[in-house]
């Protein structure tokens, strides 16, 4: 379209501004009519305004519908929950979605990794409802709902549909929280049946852990309660050279937040030497989801290019180029 899309820009913290900038200059290298309206977030925002979330940036997102964010930090011990679950329950982005795919030119333990892993975004233990019944002795509430488990395995079905995908695997330990997870895998079942064509499987998180290491080409789309797709994502970012690659969207009908599964890894920070492409690919499923699956394509092809055909690679990968130079050599291949 030729329309221009403003998207809220949130630079974040640690390694946040230095990778952010590197997208933004692959981005502009395409010349998309693409702006955006820089916002603050975390740390940052907090130094800055007062505020970790600043109303500003809340408004921004509300009016554009659309975020590229990079990670936060939560200032630890001082009673903040965290900017990230904050800023999902503010908008209700219920679906965390996060694809691993075996990237070309990166060497890991496997090759044909292609699973996409649907988390719920809004409960479980992260409502953060934790009480001490005594000094030592401490509960926190695991909460499981029919409508949030409805909608992210709804959505994990519905992708499967769309994408010709084959198969979905709900994640559960219903074995022993038979009522929650118990609940999640009663209503997959029932989704499942709607959907004849898609084969549904489950597993237990702690089988599931080992399939994925041992076999993970065979999984396809995943869907699970937020604690486990938290941690299995961080898994499967493994499977596939580490959490410098992996992507993904905080999205509901309305609102998408695109960003990188990594956090703001402040013992790398301000030194040029982290992997934009975490956050680049988020870039690009945001190109795919505007309507720019070409642009997505080049940039995807670039990007294998430089780790196909050259040596240059950040530190994660066993390279020695910075932020910059790896992003000089994939804009030169656009
Ligand atoms: P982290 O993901 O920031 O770092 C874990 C390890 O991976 C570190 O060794 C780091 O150097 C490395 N790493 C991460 N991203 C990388 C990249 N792009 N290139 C090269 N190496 C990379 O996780 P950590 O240390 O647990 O959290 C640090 C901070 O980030 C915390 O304040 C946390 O709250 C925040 N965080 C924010 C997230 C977000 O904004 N969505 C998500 C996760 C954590």
Redesign the pocket.
């Known amino acids: 379209s030729a329309m221009t899309q403003t998207i809220t820009l949130i630079e974040?913290d640690?390694?946040g501004p230095e990778?952010t900038a590197q997208v933004v200059r692959v981005l502009q290298a395409l010349q998309l009519p693409l702006t955006f309206d820089r916002q603050t977030l975390g740390q940052t925002a907090l130094e800055q305004t007062g505020s970790l979330i600043p109303e500003a940036t809340l408004q921004s997102i509300r009016k554009n519908h659309i975020a590229l964010k990079a990670?936060?930090?939560?200032p630890?011990g001082q009673g903040f929950r965290?900017?990230?679950v904050q800023l999902r329950l503010a908008f209700d982005l219920y679906a965390n979605i996060r694809p691993a795919r075996s990237l070309e030119g990166v060497k890991t333990r496997y090759e044909n990794v292609d699973l996409i892993i649907f988390r719920e975004n809004t409960e479980d233990l992260y409502i953060g409802e934790e009480r001490k019944i005594d000094e030592d002795t401490i509960e926190a509430i695991k909460r499981i709902t029919r409508p949030a488990s409805q909608r992210i395995i709804q959505a994990a079905f519905e992708y499967a549909a769309a994408h010709q995908r084959k198969k979905v695997t709900c994640v559960h330990k219903a074995n022993i929280l038979k009522q929650s997870d118990g609940l999640f895998l009663r209503i997959f079942r029932e989704i499942a049946a709607q959907y004849p064509q898609i084969e549904a499987t489950d597993l237990i998180v702690d089988n599931a852990c080992m399939q994925m290491v041992m076999h993970p080409e065979q999984f396809d789309v995943m869907v699970m309660p937020n604690l486990y797709g938290d941690i299995l994502s961080d898994l499967s970012s493994g499977l596939i050279g580490?959490?410098?690659l992996l992507p993904g969207v905080n999205r509901n009908e309305e609102i998408a937040i695109f960003?990188?599964?990594?956090?703001?890894?402040?013992?790398?920070a301000g030194k040029n030497?982290?992997?934009?492409t975490?956050l680049l690919q988020s870039a690009c499923m945001m190109l795919d989801y505007l309507g720019y699956g070409d642009a997505a394509q080049r940039i995807h092809k670039a990007l294998v290019s430089v780790l196909c055909d050259t040596p240059v690679r950040?530190?994660?990968l066993g390279g020695t180029a910075t932020t910059t130079a790896f992003t000089d050599a994939l804009i030169a291949r656009l």
Do not use: F, K, Q, Y
């Open positions: 974040g640690g390694i990778i990670p936060c930090t939560t630890v965290s900017v990230n580490g959490l410098g960003e990188a599964v990594h956090g703001s890894a402040p013992d790398i030497l982290a992997n934009p975490a950040t530190r994660d």
